[in-house]
């Protein structure tokens, strides 16, 4: 009974200091910008989640970025209601607990092709709501104290995202721009990380919208011009861009043709300056459907830049 009491005890008191917090947040906010209003976030108890197996860590600082993924598996489904939200929201969870060995769902939020926005890890939205921490997520490979990642139900390498997605996607990214006063500049895709298709080109290709989208709710001017990004070569791959990643790679010691050709060997070489520099795999996707093995991206090119090469006239040549 003791033991009890205490406890009501304490949760009186938090109630109190959250709400004292809150009310400090929002006025200085409301001097500062405009407020951001939270879009409709469901929580991991209404779609049911499983307890996560291990304790979530938070961290004591801010994400530094917003990171865009698409989920690839259940695929562009035409069911648009909360329903089937919440069943993909249970799915992906089994699938990164279950397969993958993590403690709960992998991203921090989850948005489906009926624009509907659930929590992902537990935590994530009590403690975006508080603006100063960081619930600790797996969905950047290296990279996932300072990344805060929003899963995208479906496969955007070819095909649009619904009306519906882009809408909750441009009001959830605000939204946490807002909470952690993060700039337009500051929103990436998966692959700007990791050698991934991921968020798939089209998705890709409109994040600069989505910045620009971003930026107006935010009241804040246009987003400066990106510097171009590393480019992502897949096995398969032919043409200028592959065949200055053979000289590189071969200027590294791989034998490999400097034939424009992106082979078996070159392959190779890209999974070994991978595996030897114990660069982690994030494959977004609820199922290994798609085989990312090889993949040159992001996370690779630093990698095969020799000391002698500038990274930035590289990017921007391989850009051009
Ligand atoms: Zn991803």
């Not at 899963?151 to 995202?161: I, Q, R």
């Not at 798609?290 to 921007?316: M, Q, Y």
């Amino acid at each position: 009974m003791a033991d009890f009491d205490r406890r009501t005890a304490l949760k009186g008191g938090l109630t109190v200091s959250a709400v004292g917090l809150l009310g400090t947040a929002t006025t200085s906010a409301a001097d500062a910008a405009p407020v951001v209003a939270e879009p409709k976030i469901h929580d991991t108890a209404a779609w049911s989640a499983r307890p996560p197996s291990g304790t979530i860590e938070v961290q004591n600082h801010k994400p530094t970025y917003i990171v865009v993924h698409h989920t690839v598996e259940p695929g562009n489904v035409t069911d648009y209601t909360l329903e089937h939200a919440f069943w993909a929201s249970r799915s992906i969870q089994d699938f990164h607990m279950d397969t993958r060995g993590w403690i709960d769902t992998g991203q921090q939020f989850t948005n489906s092709r009926g624009g509907h926005i659930t929590e992902g890890r537990h935590r994530s939205l009590e403690i975006l709501r508080g603006g100063t921490k960081h619930v600790l997520g797996a969905n950047v490979g290296n990279n996932n104290s300072t990344c805060i990642g929003i899963e995208n139900e479906g496969l955007y390498s070819t095909e649009d995202v619904t009306p519906a997605l882009w809408d909750s996607l441009v009001k959830l990214v605000a939204y946490i721009a807002s909470q952690y006063g993060i700039s337009p500049e500051f929103i990436k895709g998966h692959r700007d990380f990791n050698s991934t298709e991921c968020p798939g080109t089209v998705l890709y290709n409109r994040l600069p919208e989505l910045r620009t989208e971003v930026g107006k709710l935010l009241g804040t001017a246009s987003p400066k011009v990106d510097l171009p990004g590393w480019p992502l070569l897949k096995p398969g791959d032919t043409g200028p861009r592959v065949r200055t990643a053979q000289e590189l790679l071969r200027a590294r010691g791989f034998a490999v043709p400097v034939d424009g050709v992106f082979g078996k060997s070159t392959k190779d070489a890209v999974v070994a300056v991978a595996e030897r520099n114990g660069l982690e795999r994030d494959a977004c996707g609820a199922t290994a459907a798609t085989d990312e093995t090889g993949f040159l991206g992001s996370d690779v090119w630093p990698l095969i830049v020799g000391s002698g090469t500038d990274p930035r006239a590289l990017k921007a040549r391989l850009a051009g």
